[in-house]
């Protein structure tokens, strides 16, 4: 850390600062310039580290110099990470086609949709048991029913599962039937449910919050990790923005920091950034051109009698025309279906 | 809702928008104009139903003209509501002065402050024991023993209690002690624990999420009442914005907004908006001036040795100039302590 | 527009209303529901209408129908436009390679740039000869000798130029040199100098402003378009929001919208975004998949040297790498070089 | 500056850094610590500098250490300054209460509204005759017709006038009837209309931009200043933000950190923000308890046929409810009519 004092800091603040930075077990390094004084503290920040040093009198601002995280850091591990789903490899080339319903309506309708996605390249099938809704008055999900239907249609299908937990309470049941479990961007900081994944011992795929810094997505990713679970994909769906004609901003820049800072490997969700099917599209591939390794996109045979999110579904024939174009612009980023 | 239909859409979209809205159980209202056909959809709004209409082919846009929430509303509720913790009033006419530690360290410390604020016109203490932290490696809580020195302090100064649950299989011990069951920021959309919290009976502190409308802040709150806790408090600790002097942006607007839409009291939070002690006591009085119910702060005695959020506490003599200010703005909104 | 009434609005309330949408030389059409009354005012809106009918009491909201432009519009003009500059198309399948130096700084150095940009593929060349700096201290270009030299890189390599111009006293000097006039973003709702670009009958490249919606961003290109100037390009270059590493958050939403709003080409800007080379072509490719009709990036052959944003500048040896990558993704989305 | 080495930066980086740093003129201080190697620059530093130091290779990130304005700050001048505008005192203990129509939209109406806000004790009126609006078919103000008209409501009611300069080519013109001239917010970062203003000598109302920090806003009052006019005055009036409930979010804490950070006057603007009437009386409030020097608000004695901004206009009762309101909250503040 770098200790900036306040103009005109005389030696008695510095001295009391040196002392601090001493009890915290580092060691002072101090530095007059012109303007200010900086004393730079040598020696492992720990989190707590900064704060206690910038709330001292005549401190006028604290520079941490490492990343706040260890284990999701491509310092602490080089080279691109690969997760394995069931079979199926995200990063390090491979890329996640992750497709399917918003939430499990009924068994008829998953069951078609399951097929279809297989039919057009998906490798991996979403759909909601447990849906985190805005309304406490809208569709919760049909629960443990929903994750039956699920493992019918990997049965079926082939499909290894993508599902959401939101309740620390209900990771062994999800972990039961799923092979990948999704932490939702609304829980992206909801730490007792990251502890929990964490313990799983299954492959979690965490999306950033609407208003999260490429930092603190990665602090959470650090929560699982820190549990011994390494296998973490994160997903990129969009920042709360003023713009009214999307739902969220696809943050293409997050996907490009989050591959630069961190080995894990890290995919888009166009559908709830856009909100409208109209820009699911142009979206996907954006993501996957700013180093994506896959997506995961909403698909509905009959998107008007969706119960949630109906209006970003893609129909089949959008579905078939994305994965045209995936296909050649994976080819282009050298990646292949996981 | 009001379903406008594209420029030229002929009158076999207009058939298949009203025979949807029929099987909705609503009536259609068509009104053919010089550029667009608007069909108004009469009867009561579903939650699913402006996305299921928005995804019939032909349809441009769909208008809701209900607000999403019923119970939080104005409309049901005319009057300010009052909301009573542990004796103390807040809402129509009473105001919450609510000052503490960010978290309960150490007996000794968290007792200190409790008399500092007390002395100083605190009407009720506020500490976590559960805190929600965005690194796995910061100071996490004491748990229960952190409860219990609350419920110590309470005992001793008379001030009821408001502390964080961040887990819904820890809201009934949290019960036990706490006056108020607070629900941070980021757990405002985490709708397993609004559930929880509703069903506890207990009084709610519920902060508005760093990228929330009032809508969406009034839905989470609606997940409460909507269990039968009808006693819910809103509290703004600023939004997510791109200006790095101050952590996050008080949003006075919400404050203004929530008290027009909703008849629940709404209190500031200028500590974690600020993230600097220099700036919280302007904050604070800007809440109360734009309407707030009240205030909570953090309050350290020795802030360069908290184990959290050190530079926006407030030491016992910014806290008392706060408090001497505080109860003119009060006076002029016509608002006594609670 | 449809005026929908606040509940339990009464029969003079209506009267009123009614009697101001004609007033305005528009029709009115009353729709009573089960909460609500709405009225739709059917016929030209003019821009003034929907806030005059807003401002009526009683009224609760007024929603307009049409887009608030009309020459910018796909409505008005289904096909994508094409604007050529000194020769090379941009839009309906032609793509812009802008590259350059951020400022001419000298002679030597933009010969150098200009040459390689040239040699890599460029078709047009970008250099500031008036510079918009945040602070009056900062190099502000060197005015009508940047020009020359400009105008010299262009008998030289054959590349057309592209040149901000900031002062509506400039555009006639700017434009005896340019081959197209750039509008920055800071300068995107500076509508005396929009007016006098569309006056200047020069292709014009106006930058999104860091925080307008795409509606804003299309009514400054009709401030254009209706002086009778239709050779308008929008570039993209970043929103402003909280990631604190990068300096603008590239909004591919913004682009993929702008494509469906409207027929004018679109181009990307992934240098002012980043703000950091390390980001750059993942930024631009990710701009192009979402449908940009090419690209405007910042070149250095020494960055540590430039007067004014080195740090995003790309090096020789990137910008080959980008435009390898870019010749791929271009043939992938069915455009070729202007 | 603190120039911050990659991690593993060997001793030719370190020494290539070093010699750059002494060629700019400065010192340079190396600190080597466990995880990264720090070089202290130390000297004047210049705008320029950190770009160029960022852009060496083996330079992870630089840390200015001085604010990058100066004649703006507080270091420069420590008391609050005042600027007196045809006789009323701004700062320092003095309020601006500036009242008065969005536009001047014909005599008559503007010599109504003037006399009201005289009436209910505004101290100075404004008025647009020339309005940047976002629409080139919106009424545009009615340019010297409008500066007459403003002149003769001062002639009749003693009130200054403050209005606002949008054409560099007009500032001439605006100051011949202006008392203060003031810079839209859109135009912020127009620094051509800034230089000009900065030579006109008249006092200037410098709104801040919907998306500018502190920092820039105060770089652009650095402009004026630095032209030798140090009569500006600063004025929020809101972020763009993704609440739809307003128009802006109005920003506290920038007016707060304005206050703090340089010693000009600050004026809140609270019409603009909430672009509804419901809502500016508690925003002007606030303004005032977050430290605004006064306020400016709109007032219209029939919003509903005004040619801008009718919905957030103020009534008469409004506008008599808030002076009430204000006088209070001044007195608090320790503030009186300028």
Redesign the interface.
């Known amino acids: 850390m ?1 200790v ?1 004092l306040e ?1 005109g800091a005389d030696d008695s603040v510095v001295a009391q600062v040196v002392e ?1 930075i001493e009890q915290l077990g580092l060691k002072a ?1 101090v ?1 007059r ?4 004084t ?1 004393i ?1 503290a ?3 920040e ?3 580290f900064p ?6 009198q005549g401190v006028e601002n604290v ?1 941490p ?2 990343k ?2 260890k284990l999701a850091s491509r ?1 602490f591990h080089h080279a691109d990470s690969q997760v394995a789903v069931g079979g199926v490899k995200i990063g390090a080339g491979r890329a996640a086609l992750i497709a399917g319903p918003c939430a499990v309506e009924d068994r008829a309708s998953c069951l078609a949709i399951a097929e279809c996605v297989k039919k057009q390249g998906a490798n991996l099938l979403r759909g909601g048991a447990f849906k ?8 919760q999900g049909l629960g443990r029913q929903g994750l039956e239907i699920l493992a019918e249609c990997r049965e079926r299908f082939g499909l290894p599962i993508v599902t959401e937990v ?4 209900n990771v062994e049941l999800v972990s039961e039937y799923a092979d990948m479990l999704q932490v939702g961007a ?2 992206m ?4 449910l990251l ?1 929990e994944v964490g313990k799983a011992g299954k492959p979690v795929l965490l999306k950033r919050g ?2 999260s ?4 997505w990665l ?1 959470s990713a ?2 699982i990790l ?1 549990e011994g679970n390494r296998q973490v994909v994160l997903c990129e769906r969009g ?8 739902r969220f ?9 989050a ?3 961190s080995h894990l490997p890290v995919i888009v969700d166009p559908s709830h ?2 909100g409208r099917r ?2 699911v599209i ?2 996907a ?7 994506a390794d896959g997506l995961i996109v909403e698909v509905h045979l009959c ?9 970003q ?1 893609l129909t089949e024939a959008m579905f078939a025309e994305l994965m045209g ?1 995936v296909k ?2 994976l080819a ?1 980023m050298g990646k292949a279906s996981g």
Request: glycine share 6%; aromatic share 6%.
């Open positions: 770098l900036i103009a601090r390094h530095s310039g012109e303007f200010r900086i730079g040598i020696g492992e720990k989190a707590a704060e206690q040093l910038l709330s001292l520079v110099i490492m706040p995280y310092e985190p809704r805005t309304s406490p008055y809208s569709f939101t309740d620390p309470r609304r829980n900081q909801n730490f007792v502890a609407p208003s810094t490429v930092t603190e602090m650090e929560y820190s920042s709360r923005g003023f713009e009214t004609e999307v901003s696809l943050d293409v820049s997050a996907i490009a920091l591959k630069h800072d950034a856009a109209e820009v142009p979206l591939l954006a993501g996957l051109a700013a180093g998107p008007e009698q969706a119960q949630c999110d109906g209006p579904a174009q050649r612009v282009i």
